[in-house]
């Protein structure tokens, strides 16, 4: 409990901090991905999303409403929109999407190369969300020309790639009951009979698929912003240097040592761990010069809202932070915007308490400790 209120304490003392810096050294940039299905656009969210830089909205979003990017942009001259794309796996939802829908393209193009289980089941990645066969050329080819088409139509040009990983993850194995029930049998791509989680050239099939998928879309879309989220970007430069930055889903989850901190001590644990510059996904390195663009958009989502945005912002070039948002009702507040010019290097101790952070602005330094 010490430690917590310690770190609460710290956490405050930096958001005092940074609340009284000039306001004309704001530069930090933040992000906005709609999951879930369609929502609509009203005035009102066109004001809340025009305050962020980049803005990824479910499929098809912008069919229904053709004149949206126009009241962003009006709003907002310099934001990125564009659309939450899915690389492996389609969303029942867009079954019912209007005729002549980006969505319902999505379902009518993709939906009949379901890829087939082991026992001949529909391959699920989430429940429900069966995958498309995204290691067929011709699959890819469909899925790219109708994400290029709808990014075209609606003067996009970002999209949020979700997600590119290698391996794929086996929800069944570390997530909730419910996901035992995803389908009889394990993937089967290659359709050899043998699981994908069993069978290496099934997972090195998969891994080219992969990297090829996302080398089209670039051919397909060459000045437009890619932002995967996944492993592949974060593990591996050359996947990275195809992209724009990437994303962090549920920060400091997943990649930083402890998979689903629901204590305060793992969310510590797994924090440590990122701003450590030893570490091998270090922010230190996700934010170095390995992208197609640099610097790159290294999106940082805190689902436990803990104040880690802030935080890292401050403490590292090129971190965006991420909102994440499954539907538009009960819209939280726009995150606080930040601005400031960051000198590297950063210094990080391990203490005996725990980690030290610091950074120096001009005459001042800033240091977190817990
Ligand atoms: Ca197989």
Not at 56 to 70: K, L, N, Q
Not at 287 to 313: F, K, Q
Request: proline share 6%; aromatic share 16%; glycine share 6%.
């Amino acid at each position: 409990m010490r430690t917590k209120i310690a770190f609460i304490a710290a956490i405050v003392v930096v958001a005092v901090f940074l609340f009284t810096l000039s306001p004309g050294r704001f530069n930090q940039e933040t992000a906005l991905i709609k999951w879930g299905n369609a929502p609509r656009f009203n005035s009102q969210t066109y004001d809340y999303y025009a305050k962020y830089n980049y803005v990824a909205f479910t499929p098809g979003i912008f069919d229904y409403t053709p004149s949206a990017v126009d009241s962003l942009k009006a709003r907002n001259p310099k934001i990125h929109a564009g659309t939450y794309f899915n690389v492996h796996t389609i969303a029942q939802w867009t079954s019912r999407a209007a005729p002549g829908t980006y969505a319902r393209a999505l379902w009518d193009g993709l939906s009949p190369f379901y890829v087939r289980t082991t026992e001949g089941d529909t391959a699920c990645l989430w429940l429900n969300e069966p995958l498309y066969d995204f290691t067929s050329p011709t699959v890819r080819s469909i899925a790219t020309t109708t994400l290029a088409e709808y990014m075209r139509r609606h003067s996009l040009d970002l999209v949020f790639l979700d997600f590119f990983s290698d391996p794929l993850p086996d929800l069944k194995k570390f997530q909730a009951p419910m996901y035992q029930q995803l389908q009889r049998g394990e993937w089967d791509f290659d359709r050899d009979g043998v699981g994908y989680f069993d069978d290496p050239d099934e997972r090195a099939l998969v891994k080219r698929a992969e990297y090829d998928f996302m080398r089209e879309l670039i051919a397909a879309m060459p000045n437009f912003i890619f932002v995967p989220n996944g492993d592949l970007a974060i593990k591996e430069d050359k996947f990275a240097s195809l992209c724009d930055g990437l994303n962090l889903e549920n920060f400091p989850c997943y990649f930083f040592g402890v998979v689903n901190p629901v204590t305060q001590a793992d969310y510590n644990k797994a924090f440590a761990n990122a701003v450590d510059p030893d570490y091998v996904y270090s922010l230190e390195r996700l934010t170095s010069n390995r992208y197609r663009r640099n610097p790159g958009l290294v999106w940082i989502e805190d689902r436990y809202g803990r104040g880690t945005y802030g935080n890292i912002a401050v403490m590292f070039d090129g971190v965006v932070e991420c909102m994440n948002q499954q539907l538009d009702s009960s819209l939280p507040a726009p995150p606080r915007m930040f601005n400031l010019v960051m000198p590297k290097p950063m210094h990080f101790e391990r203490t005996a308490s725990g980690i030290s952070l610091s950074r120096t602005f001009g005459d001042t330094t800033l240091t977190i400790s817990y």
